[in-house]
T-cell receptor
Framework: DVKVTQSSRYLVKRTGEKVFLECVQD?????MFWYRQDPGLGLRLIYF???????EKGDIPEGYSVSREKKERFSLILESASTNQTSMYLC?????????FGSGTRLTVV | RKEVEQDPGPFNVPEGATVAFNCTYS??????FFWYRQDCRKEPKLLMS???SGNEDGRFTAQLNRASQYISLLIRDSKLSDSATYLC????????????FGSGTQLTVLP
């Protein structure tokens, strides 16, 4: 089975901190994605990458950046965390249409 | 208008009931369609793909109506373990075939 691993299950950070969310997949998938999930809004795409060093903005990229230096790792960066970035963050990887999600990181910004 | 819209529910049904969820999508160029299931505090997991001809997997039946741009999921003989949030998911054309999610329909099956 494909495994997508997110480094932290729960995270609490202060406003203004730089935050790194890490995601690693073990099946050599080309495509990787970062979503956030909020009540009533569902999952919204922040950024995605279809190859090493490639990245594309999703629907809500503001306040975020990403890094894909290696195929298996896709990092989401909050340059200066704000309280409205408190959310559940989900990483996914895919080959064709087969998506696998990590178990999520619940980030709280205080 | 959201790209993918679902009735958020909640749907509360007794065990053994049949329940149906609908989902509409706005992008007529959408190519692939799925239903995902998400349990409380867990990640979404693929339940089934949705094909134009309709497809069935045990108690679950998915249908796609391209002309009206809606997708449906029918669950027969509901079990307690079916309680979850069901997410309608669409893939539009694009370089990485990214998913667009509906906000989900919450189902609770009652004993």
């Amino acid at each position: 089975d494909v495994k997508v691993t997110q480094s932290s299950r729960y995270l609490v950070k202060r406003t203004g901190e730089k935050v790194f969310l890490e995601c690693v997949q073990d099946m050599d998938h080309e495509n990787m994605f970062w979503y956030r999930q909020d009540p009533g809004l569902g999952l919204r795409l922040i950024y995605f990458s279809y190859d090493v060093k490639m990245k594309e903005k999703g629907d809500i990229p503001e306040g975020y950046s990403v890094s894909r230096e290696k195929k298996e790792r896709f990092s989401l960066i909050l340059e200066s965390a704000s309280t409205n970035q408190t959310s559940m963050y989900l990483c996914a990887s895919s080959l064709e249409d087969g998506y696998t999600f990590g178990s999520g990181t619940r980030l709280t910004v205080v | 208008r959201k790209e993918v819209e679902q009735d958020p529910g909640p749907f509360n049904v007794p065990e053994g009931a049949t329940v149906a969820f609908n989902c509409t999508y706005s992008n007529s160029a959408s190519q692939s369609f799925f239903w995902y299931r998400q349990d409380c505090r867990k990640e979404p997991k693929l339940l089934m793909s949705v094909y134009s001809s309709g497809n069935e997997d045990g108690r679950f039946t998915a249908q796609l109506n391209r002309a009206s741009q809606y997708i449906s999921l029918l669950i027969r003989d509901s079990k307690l373990s079916d309680s979850a949030t069901y997410l309608c998911v669409v893939i539009s054309s694009g370089s990485a075939r990214q998913l667009t999610f509906g906000s989900g329909t919450q189902l609770t099956v009652l004993p």
